[in-house]
């Protein structure tokens, strides 16, 4: 059975990808989140799935102790190690503040939850993706990390952009570093969901000013996170992909 292990899945993306992982009675998901019991989402989907299919981990992605249990549980549930490491937890702020207002004490600890945290949980659970066979990783990023489109959009998102590009280099290099250890790396752009609580934020401003963007149902972003997670190659490593399978640039 390959095994999945996601961050961030109480709810959103990464409870969209549970439930799609779920659909194939073959995979064995591992859905880890800050308080998996009060999900509801989660807490419904263990009653109806055996436990060789769904796993509940505990984690806090910024906390090291938490990420050590969730390495020590992950163990016991994956002996064989972790074929797919979806990387899904996120966190926005001040979505629609300009530059000059922005608090820099919450940019800090925006910028050391998406890239220092990422780090330290990475660095913790890489021994448990090389074990495994099929050694694949996916980051969900934003397109609005892209340094090329980043002209595009002005006013949205500054700090949550500046997050993007700073998370595409880390794993655009990092992804470059794993090679030799025959891991594949990928980012993907999910789309602009606006089902999800950070993408609903943006409803007004995206309304507006760019009318033309797709809004994705979650369940299409899910399928088409999942179906590019399956398809990538190893050759593809450290690629940027939209959620339909399409490139974009850097």
């Known amino acids: 059975m390959p095994s999945y292990f996601i961050t961030g899945a109480g709810r959103g993306l990464g409870l969209a990808f549970t439930k799609e992982l779920l659909q194939d009675p073959k995979n064995h998901v591992i859905a880890s989140a800050r308080n998996p019991s009060g999900s509801k989402g989660l807490q419904e989907l263990i009653t109806k799935y055996p436990k060789n299919q769904l796993s509940l981990v505990q984690l806090d992605v910024t906390d090291e102790k938490s990420i050590a249990n969730a390495v020590k549980e992950t163990e016991e549930l994956a002996p064989n190690g972790i074929d797919n490491f979806i990387s899904n937890a996120g966190i926005a702020s001040d979505e629609l503040i300009p530059f000059s207002d922005v608090d820099l004490k919450t940019f800090g600890e925006d910028l050391n939850f998406q890239l220092v945290a990422t780090i330290s949980l990475f660095r913790a659970f890489l021994p448990l993706i090389k074990k495994s066979e099929q050694k694949k990783v996916l980051v969900l990023t934003s397109v609005l990390g892209s340094i090329e489109l ?32 025959k891991v594949t790396v990928v980012l993907i752009h999910p789309g602009w969901v606006g089902e999800t609580d950070m993408g609903g934020t943006i409803g007004p401003y995206m309304e507006k000013y760019a009318p033309d963007v797709l809004n994705v149902p979650e369940v299409e972003s899910a399928t088409g996170c999942m179906k590019v997670l399956k398809e990538a190659t190893f050759e593809q490593t450290g690629s940027f992909f939209v959620y339909d399978g399409s490139s974009l640039p850097w």
């Open 150 to 181: 980043g002209i595009g959009m002005p006013g949205l998102a500054n700090t949550y952009s500046i997050m993007k590009a700073g998370l595409n280099m880390l794993w655009r290099k990092w992804a470059a570093e794993l090679k030799g250890d």
